[in-house]
């Protein structure tokens, strides 16, 4: 008859599905009681929330959805965070995106801020531009001309007499360039768009992004950084829309620390073991 296992054997050889379970707990609770743990600012981020914060009442902003559904977990939060802040502010929104897959995204967007906001109305308050091919060539010629570079917007309306560009014409002419980036096209934005035209440029991006781009905001060439689902947090909670990005960090610290019990856990156990033998 085989002996009773004690404790320690039942720890040390722990079923890993159990791990797995204790994980999902640890993701799914937070998500659904809504839990939310403090946020800790960042300079890069306040800076951004700063100037935005700054606009005046009918200024207009761009931003730009540099990414798609994939990298949404971390990038649409930020997105609507920023037009959030944005319309609180009574600002215009012209949006656009270098990625085939973006203009989708921006209109999904858009849904839901004319839900949240019901007073805005497309062609004045905002515009999604869509998809425009080129890249770093349709941020020139923006620089020279927007509503030519883009003529219609994402649902074939013509942009020529659209009041949301009411006193703007070129880049230079909006008051804040903002891109959200999944990939390289910040390097576009600064290369081709502030190095030219010398508007001011915030930028968000993934966070395992975000460190290649402090060169650019230590030297002014980008005046904010928000860095993945913490950067999203981060907006979040300076403009009083706590949502996704704090809850699903709440699930990530979570997770965090449950994983850092466990190291710390199965360490002390080897260490006892392993004096045993």
């Not at 993701?27 to 809504?34: A, D, K, M, S």
């Not at 951004?48 to 761009?62: C, F, H, Q, R």
């Not at 998809?131 to 942009?159: E, H, W």
Request: aromatic share 12%.
């Amino acid at each position: 008859m085989d002996e009773k296992k004690s404790w320690m054997d039942i720890v040390t050889n722990l079923d890993r599905r159990v791990i797995f379970i204790l994980i999902a707990l640890a993701v799914i609770i937070p998500l659904l009681t809504g839990v939310k743990l403090k946020v800790d600012i960042t300079p890069p981020a306040r800076a951004m929330y700063n100037y935005v914060n700054s606009l005046k009442e009918g200024d207009a902003v761009m931003i730009v959805f540099d990414y798609d559904p994939a990298s949404e977990a971390e990038l649409f939060p930020m997105s609507l965070a920023l037009m959030r802040h944005c319309f609180d502010k009574k600002l215009r929104i012209i949006s656009f995106t270098n990625w085939p897959n973006g203009a989708a995204v921006i209109d999904r967007a858009f849904n839901q801020m004319e839900r949240e906001y019901p007073g805005k109305v497309r062609g004045v308050d905002f515009v999604n531009l869509g998809f425009q091919v080129g890249g770093a060539l349709t941020i020139i010629a923006m620089g020279q001309d927007i509503k030519n570079a883009c003529p219609s917007d994402y649902r074939g309306n013509s942009t020529a007499n659209m009041k949301v560009f009411e006193g703007i014409k070129t880049l230079k002419d909006l008051k804040y360039v903002i891109d959200l980036a999944a990939g390289s096209t910040i390097d576009w934005w600064v290369g081709y768009g502030v190095q030219r035209y010398h508007f001011i440029l915030g930028a968000g991006c993934t966070a395992v992004s975000a460190t290649q781009y402090y060169p650019y905001l230590n030297t002014g060439q980008i005046n904010g950084l928000l860095g993945g689902l913490k950067g999203a947090a981060e907006y979040e909670f300076l403009c009083g829309h706590e949502d996704r990005g704090v809850i699903g960090m709440t699930a990530q610290s979570w997770v965090h620390a449950l994983i850092v019990v466990l190291v710390i856990i199965s360490n002390i156990f080897y260490f006892i073991t392993r004096k045993k033998r």
